[in-house]
């Protein structure tokens, strides 16, 4: 994160410890100099500009700030950007290709599993998480993967419809 | 003669349409409040009180402007220099903006710093010194008009006490005569617990002053941004011209982000003091312990009954606990807001309602969490006594509320505090929700159940709710009236550009907006874009909350579309070198009557608008419409629910649980529905964990989402949802209800009803919620009423 500060004439500034990661999010290389108290979510939103990663509490409650850590759903509020050295991160802006939308963004579409929207991102990257381990999750699978992430528009109804709408095109598309 | 439009293929009303929004929340694209950055924005935190009540002795900055990247420490002393350390609230009292002599409430804003960055403002405020002597602290309305009780408000001249009002409505003297005249008096006494709204994205502002243009522009999570820039105004002194504030997407509101709050004001002045963008994004801790909470009211009433089970009259009291500022945001003339709807649904001759309001050492707010205005507590209080009574007269709870209700050939019902009922199928909703429960077999079930030790529950809950505020004539917010507005441009190739004074938070307005315009001229829906939360670009309007988005936006969005409709008659007739008079419409055409086949489409009408009107018509295609509602809308509902309580250890489980909902006309079925799971679940989330209370001392417990628990996906119910009973309103124009809070209104109270019928052989007469294992356990156990106020200081 780069920061300017004014110049007082004293070295304070200079002592903000500071410290070089290597890190792969959505399948681009990045290197970064972070301050080492930095939170990787805010690494995501301020550092790279993806604000689909969403800051609901920071205390890992609602996982609205939900990405992958190499392929593992993590609270990116209580993660430091630093231990993302060297790992590989997913955010929600890497689901989609050009041209195609991921099932499960059709999904959340196609059955109303989303209202205001803030929480969806996170919803839908643990989804993937599980939708990746477990193809044919069952509706209480949904429910017990998804319990990490906060909604208060929905009732979650929609939403577990959503996720099994995708996880039956993604296992139509892997037979096909 | 050609084919007539299919209006659900058009995406018009009835339509499921999938919502336009979603494409780009789904790819992360949403446009939050955090999400803007400008060039040389600097980022703003509050330092807030730890206590809940104590004199501030002293403010020490100095280390915090040390600290490199601090811009400004902004303290109450500062604002009081503009003025601007108390601001007015939505009900006439004042609220402090930084703490100047005291502090009123644990988490008040007593300073806060501009910096840099987010973490260098944080840091510099932990340097920031404040000295506190603390004083007494009351946290509920007994201790509050006590004896020899610290006055709160010691900055407000005649204020001798911490009343803020006595209130009452309704008819005092025929109520005592009804009750003279009873056969039986049922009572109950209750508290409905302080809850917060708590949308998952908390508040948040980004204010922007121009030097250059002496402009204004606050990006902000606001419900209702013409009301804050009338308050911008009128508090800052500034030009109304000159001020634009922008409500981006909101993540959730609830009522949350209807008021104006301490750090919108101070991220405001800092952005005029500095000259640049100042951004405030509050944490969690900050929006659940200082932002606008709901409920907090103690009820006490008595219903006069008839030995056959007719209700003659009710009496109510409330006892209101406000915090430390009376800043509920409800219609000015209601000191308890809408509270005097309860009973509205039941055929009641007379009732009274006395009200008292309170301060306490807790945070102001008192808004309407998904509700209009305190009829959730008006319809939970009615449903609880209501059980109440039945049990007293030992009657099936199904058969007296059927025996008591409104009939649908009643309406418009006067009810006994004043309000007319628009219309209903009260009897035919309760038969829909009881048939769908299997209702005379659980209760058999539930017999069998008992030989076998175990406790199942039925419990119903009705409700109606006054919807959609105004008229003018009787809701106003300050002064302002409660309309609302639409505006219309219908470009020429027939596309068109709609924007309203109401503002989505999720309710997918940007999808339902354009099934009415579809509705009413037969333009495809995907044809017209909606717009709203720019106070430079939207029609004034008093925003979403109160479920007033659809009764009175959505019906501008109707009348607007029929002016153009007007116009674009007299473009057809010159188009069809007819009278007007011969014209007919249907869904996007005009045509000459004698002739059908002859007629032009509501796309050949707007071209015609821009280049081929005819002589002596001012050319376009547009129009506004300001909607002032002739009467509230009352949609009704009836909840069902079945418990199995745990006899052993309290924990109670959702069977089954069945919403009959009848909000009139739906303009798109799913996102109706959509609405109705999403208040569902928060009534579940009030009946069975979610409550803010506080310790003796003033400390708020449950000031993140470790201690204030939301259900998650994992313990929230499945919902069945009946829609088969439609009763079209009369006075809207497409005959639609509100609908967004009904679900979180009339819920609460069925999952209560089931857990007390589980447990009716103790003869417990209520728990309070949420209905927590431990006080279920506790009622069963001990065989005694749980109440849930908060504690009173006994130690002294």
């Known amino acids: 994160m780069t920061i300017v500060y004014e110049d007082r004439g004293d070295e304070a500034a200079s002592e903000v410890p500071v410290r070089r990661i290597k890190f792969t999010i959505n399948g681009q290389k990045k290197i970064a100099e972070v301050e080492t108290r930095l939170l990787l979510s805010h690494l995501i939103r301020r550092g790279l500009g993806l604000t689909g990663t969403h800051m609901g509490c920071d205390t890992t409650n609602c996982g609205a700030c939900t990405v992958l850590v190499d392929g593992r759903p993590v609270k990116s509020c209580t993660m430091l950007a630093v231990q993302a050295d060297g790992h590989e991160i997913s955010t929600v802006e890497g689901l989609a290709t050009a041209s195609e939308l991921h099932p499960l963004q059709e999904g959340f579409k196609e059955e109303h599993g989303l209202q205001c929207g803030f929480c969806t991102p996170g919803m839908m990257m643990t989804a993937k998480a599980l939708l990746d381990a477990n193809p044919d999750p069952s509706e209480d699978d949904v429910r017990w993967a998804l319990s990490g992430n906060l909604c208060r528009c929905t009732g979650y109804q929609n939403i577990v419809k959503s996720v099994l709408w995708a996880a039956g095109k993604l296992r139509s598309q892997s037979a096909g | ?796």
């Not at chain 2, 969690?284 to 006069?304: H, Q, W």
């Not at chain 2, 649908?408 to 769908?436: M, N, W």
């Open chain 2, 1 to 796: 003669m050609s084919q007539a439009l299919d209006e659900i293929k058009i995406g018009g009303l009835g339509a499921s349409r999938k919502r336009v929004e979603d494409n780009r929340f789904i790819r992360g694209k949403g446009n939050y409040t955090d999400d803007i950055t400008l060039p040389g924005m600097l980022h703003m935190e509050i330092l807030r009180s730890p206590l809940a009540h104590a004199r501030i002795t002293s403010i020490d900055a100095t280390r915090a402007w040390e600290i490199p990247g601090v811009h400004l420490v902004l303290t109450g002393e500062m604002m009081a220099t503009r003025n601007l350390a108390w601001m007015p609230t939505l009900s006439y009292d004042t609220q402090a903006v930084l703490a100047t002599d005291k502090v009123r409430f644990q988490g008040q804003e007593v300073a806060c710093v501009i910096a840099d960055d987010p973490y260098i403002a944080k840091d510099a405020c932990e340097a920031i010194d404040v000295e506190y002597e603390p004083l007494p602290v009351i946290v509920n309305p007994v201790q509050a008009v006590a004896d020899g009780a610290p006055v709160i408000r010691d900055d407000k001249e005649n204020q001798a006490g911490n009343v803020i009002y006595d209130w009452e409505v309704g008819d005092a003297e025929g109520t005592e005569r009804a009750f003279a005249q009873a056969d039986m008096i049922s009572k109950l006494k209750l508290h409905y617990p302080r809850s917060h709204p708590s949308p998952i994205e908390c508040c948040g502002s980004i204010a922007d002053f121009d030097r250059s243009t002496s402009k204004l522009t606050v990006y902000m999570t606001s419900q209702a941004p013409h009301i804050i820039r009338a308050a911008v105004a009128l508090v800052a002194e500034l030009p109304e011209h000159m001020i634009r504030i922008i409500s981006p997407d909101i993540g959730g509101g609830f009522g949350n982000k209807v008021p104006v709050y301490p750090g919108y004001v101070c991220s405001i002045l800092a952005s005029i003091l500095l000259e640049r963008p100042v951004k405030w994004i509050e944490d969690k801790s900050g929006n659940l312990i200082s932002t606008g909470f709901a409920r907090d009211v103690y009820l006490d009433g008595e219903m006069a009954l008839r030995s056959d089970g007719k209700i003659l009259a009710v009496r109510m009291h409330t006892d209101a606990d406000h915090g430390a500022f009376f800043s509920d945001a409800q219609p000015s003339k209601f000191k308890i807001g809408l509270m005097h709807s309860a009973f509205a649904a039941y055929d009641i001759p007379v009732a009274h309602l006395t009200a008292r309001g309170t301060y306490s050492n807790k945070a102001p707010g008192g808004v309407a969490y998904r509700c209009s205005f305190r009829v959730t507590e008006a319809m939970f209080f009615q449903e609880r006594m209501v059980q109440a009574a039945a049990t007293d007269l030992g009657m099936d709870q199904a058969e007296f509320r059927r025996m008591n209700f409104v009939a649908d050939d009643q309406f418009p019902h006067r009810t006994p505090f004043g309000f007319l009922t628009d219309s209903g199928q009260y009897g035919e909703c309760l038969r829909v929700g009881l048939k769908a429960v299997g209702y005379e077999d659980f209760l058999r079930q539930k017999q069998e159940a008992k030989a076998n030790g175990r406790l199942l529950g039925i419990g119903i809950s009705t409700m109606t709710e006054p919807l959609g505020a105004g008229n003018s004539r009787e809701y106003d917010i300050l002064g302002i009236k409660m309309f609302d507005s639409a505006e219309l441009r219908v470009h020429m190739t027939g596309k068109a550009l709609l924007r309203t004074g109401a503002k989505s938070q999720g309710q997918g307005h940007e999808t339902t907006w354009a099934q009415i315009v579809s509705h009413e001229l037969g333009i495809p829906a995907e044809d017209v874009v909606v717009e709203e939360g720019d106070t430079d670009t939207a029609p004034f309007g008093m925003g979403t909350y109160a479920s007033r988005s659809t009764p009175v936006a959505g019906a501008a969005v109707a009348m607007v579309s029929r002016k153009i409709r007007a116009k674009a008659r007299k473009l057809a007739a010159h188009l069809l070198e007819v009278s007007e008079e011969d014209i007919e419409w249907e869904l996007g055409r005009f045509y000459v009557r004698s002739a059908p086949d002859r007629g032009v489409t509501i796309q050949e009408c707007a071209m015609a608008a821009y280049s081929n009107m005819p002589d002596g018509m001012e050319p376009g295609l547009e129009n506004n419409a300001y909607y002032d509602p002739p009467n509230l809308t009352w949609p009704f509902a009836v909840y069902i629910v079945t418990v199995e309580v745990d006899p052993q250890t309290g924990v109670w489980d959702v069977l089954n649980m069945v919403a009959v909902d009848d909000c009139g006309v739906r303009i798109n079925p799913m996102i109706v529905e959509g609405q109705i799971m999403g208040g569902l679940t928060e009534a579940y989330a009030m009946a069975s964990m979610q409550f803010i209370t506080f310790d003796a001392e003033g400390n708020c417990v449950g000031s993140n989402y470790m201690d204030y628990l939301l259900p998650t996906a994992w313990e929230t119910p499945g919902f069945e949802l009946h829609s088969e009973v439609v009763t079209p309103c009369p006075h809207h124009p497409i005959g639609a209800k509100g609908i967004g809070e009904c679900a979180a209104v009339g819920g609460p109270a069925a999952f209560v009803n089931a857990v007390m019928d589980a447990i009716s052989d103790t003869g417990v007469r209520n728990i309070d919620m949420p209905l927590l294992p431990d006080r279920v356990w506790e009622a069963l156990t001990y065989r005694r009423d749980v109440s849930g106020a908060p504690p009173v200081r006994t130690d002294e």
